[in-house]
């Protein structure tokens, strides 16, 4: 059983129809890249799953189990996190609260400060720089405070909307890196992406949206390759 299962997932903005009948898998360990051209439908596939919307139509199962009515707070109890796309810190609250925030459904206090020591370990700069405000920080830092937060619920699946908007590519690869290290530490993650070609090259697999339905889908290392994508999405 896969950890993550869209079947026929339709979401509608009032008359606009953003997503139709979009099915996809997420097995436990992978790290899963959505693209599409803006407005495919991508973000708005993430806040179904992590329950931010409504779907009109279409079943949502996170681990056998069907999350397609339950409440935001309650996927995140189950161990859906998401790390919204333009990082949405509160930049007038501390890196600490912040943080504290992401940890917002846990009652095991003692472990939050310690899972937080533990974030401060993987994210120096986020240690060095707790009591500051996240405003304060650069963009590359507040995408690093943005999944750090998410991962404060320790979350089996992780949904990573446009972690590299913005960022200078230097800070690109090591966002990337830390995808990666994550997901070696068995985070299984599903990612939106516009720099396309390194999400493929560091992703297991990949679907394509456009206007809000898959139009291919297949092992990253293949698609890479594929004359449609390429020429659609990788500038070749
Ligand atoms: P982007 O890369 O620009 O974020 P996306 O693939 O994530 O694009 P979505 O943000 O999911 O696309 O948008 C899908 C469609 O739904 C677009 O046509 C968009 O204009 C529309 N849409 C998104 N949010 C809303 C909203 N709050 N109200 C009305 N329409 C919306």
New binding site residues.
């Given amino acids: 059983m896969a950890l993550l299962e869209i079947e026929n997932l339709s979401v509608n903005?009032?008359g606009?129809q953003?997503?139709r009948g979009l099915s996809l898998k997420v097995e436990e360990g992978e790290v899963v890249t959505l693209i599409?051209?803006?407005?495919?439908?991508?973000?708005?596939?993430?806040?179904a799953v992590s329950r931010m919307l409504r779907p009109r139509e279409g079943r949502i199962v996170f681990a056998g189990r069907d999350i397609t009515r339950v409440a935001p707070d309650e996927a995140v109890r189950l161990g859906v996190a998401q790390s919204p796309?333009g990082r949405q810190v509160l930049a007038r609250q501390s890196i600490q609260d912040n943080l504290e925030l992401g940890a917002y459904t846990r009652r095991d206090m003692g472990e939050v400060r310690a899972d937080i020591g533990r974030m401060y370990g993987r994210f120096p700069r986020l240690g060095e720089r707790r009591n500051q405000l996240a405003g304060t920080l650069s963009g590359g830092e507040q995408q690093m405070l943005a999944i750090a937060r998410a991962l404060m619920s320790r979350p089996r699946l992780l949904l990573l909307?446009?972690p590299s908007l913005g960022l200078a590519p230097i800070i690109v690869r090591e966002i990337f890196d830390i995808i990666g290290e994550l997901n070696a530490g068995g985070t299984t993650i599903l990612l939106?992406e516009?720099n396309a070609r390194l999400a493929m090259q560091r992703s297991h697999r990949t679907y394509v949206?456009e206007a809000?339905q898959l139009t291919l889908e297949g092992d990253s290392a293949r698609l890479v390759n594929d004359e449609r994508v390429l020429h659609a999405y990788l500038g070749g």
């Fill in positions: 903005y009032g606009v953003a997503v599409g051209a803006n407005g495919a439908g991508k973000t708005t596939t993430l806040r796309e909307d446009e939106v516009q949206l809000g």
